[in-house]
């Protein structure tokens, strides 16, 4: 059997909230696993499927880029190793100014080789080296999207939350460029950015979107939970059904009840959106950055962080 260490256990109570006693039984019938840990306390009813307590908190911004015509649409997320630097002006300059230079490439490795727009004599890398000197921390582009609809009408269009800690891209397809251009429409694809940001537990844009694994994984575990284990098959399938319809529209963006109206869905909002510009749209698709999220951040004391900016002068 793996060792069960502390740190083990706190890492599956950051990513269930469950209790220490019960992250320390479930790494211990599961063999140090966290993952098929994670499914076993929600099995037993301990641990919700919110991923929002498994993000790790870590430094940086998340920035976008909206081109004016809105054709062109990126998401990045660049950090850094305190909220200090964070919240430097050339740290915000650089962030922005990569956001714009990602509209036009395809991975971070591609856009590190780039001379840098502000500075064409050196590359993207070589700046970013140099802003790291000046600066005194170390600074990585993360990861980042780009959405273009330079051959589909439409709109990308984002929402940036808590000063650039969580940031979502949207994009929303229309048959023309009239609809495109319709105020209602590029309103719509604002607030379902906003929507997205405000529901952590939303992951895609229709039930008809979630893969097949999701599906059956979440079967399984609805099917392994205790308080099902005398019911007859029969009921036990209808009460899993209904416990599998809920979560599923839990995770979509269409069923969500709209934030700045709560009589109605995000999809009732669509339909009257379609309404008024008198064709066919569609949320086409979305990604949401929170900064940080899955990266372990060293603790350090303010004094810690004090002492380190000073040595690096």
Same mark, same amino acid.
């Given at each position: ?7 083990? !256990? ?23 696993? !966290?993952?098929?840990?994670? @499914?076993?306390? $929600?099995?037993?009813? #301990? ?8 993000? #790790? ?33 050339? +740290? ?5 100014? %990569? ?19 502000? &500075? ?8 970013? &080296? ?13 990861? +980042?999207?780009?959405?273009? %609809?330079?051959?589909? =009408?439409?709109?990308?269009? /984002? ?9 979502? %891209? ?14 209602? +429409?590029? /309103? ?11 529901? =952590? ?8 979107? #979630? ?7 979440? &079967? ?6 205790? @308080?099902?284990?005398? &019911? =007859? ?9 209904? $416990? #599998? ?11 969500? =009840? ?14 009257? !959106?379609? /309404? ?8 086409? $698709? ?15 004391? +303010?004094? @810690? ?9």
């Amino acid at each position: 059997m793996a060792e069960i260490s502390a740190k083990l !256990v706190q890492e599956l109570r950051q990513k269930t909230g469950a209790g220490m006693m019960d992250c320390k039984k479930a790494l211990k019938e599961n063999d140090g696993n !966290v993952d098929e840990s994670i @499914d076993w306390l $929600r099995k037993k009813g #301990i641990a919700k499927a919110d991923k929002g307590s498994s993000r #790790i908190a870590a430094e940086g911004l998340v920035d976008t880029y909206i081109q004016a015509d809105g054709q062109v649409g990126v998401l990045i997320e660049v950090n850094c190793q305190t909220d200090f630097v964070a919240r430097n002006e050339a +740290f915000k300059a650089l962030v922005k100014n %990569l956001a714009q230079q990602a509209a036009t490439t395809d991975s971070v490795e591609s856009l590190l080789a780039q001379p840098y727009a502000e &500075k064409p004599s050196v590359t993207v890398d070589e700046f970013i &080296k140099e802003t790291i000197a000046t600066l005194g921390e170390n600074i990585q582009v993360r990861r +980042f999207v780009n959405y273009s %609809l330079t051959s589909t =009408p439409g709109i990308a269009d /984002s929402y940036i939350h808590t000063g650039g800690r969580v940031g979502v %891209l949207m994009e929303l397809t229309a048959q023309s460029a009239l609809a495109a251009a319709n105020a209602e +429409f590029q /309103s719509l694809a604002k607030n379902a950015a906003m929507q997205v940001a405000a529901c =952590p537990n939303v992951e895609y844009v229709s039930v008809d979107q #979630i893969p097949v694994e999701v599906v059956t994984k979440e &079967k399984s575990i609805e099917m392994g939970k205790d @308080d099902l284990g005398n &019911k =007859p098959e029969n009921i036990k399938e209808k009460i899993v059904q209904g $416990r #599998i319809d809920k979560r599923l529209k839990e995770m979509t963006l269409l069923d969500q =009840p709209y934030i700045r109206d709560q009589s109605i869905s995000v999809e009732d909002l669509v339909k009257q !959106v379609k /309404s008024t510009v008198g064709e066919e749209i569609q949320v086409n $698709r979305f990604v949401r950055y929170i900064l940080g999220e899955g990266i372990e951040k060293n603790e350090m004391s +303010f004094a @810690d962080e004090v002492a380190a900016q000073i040595g690096a002068k």
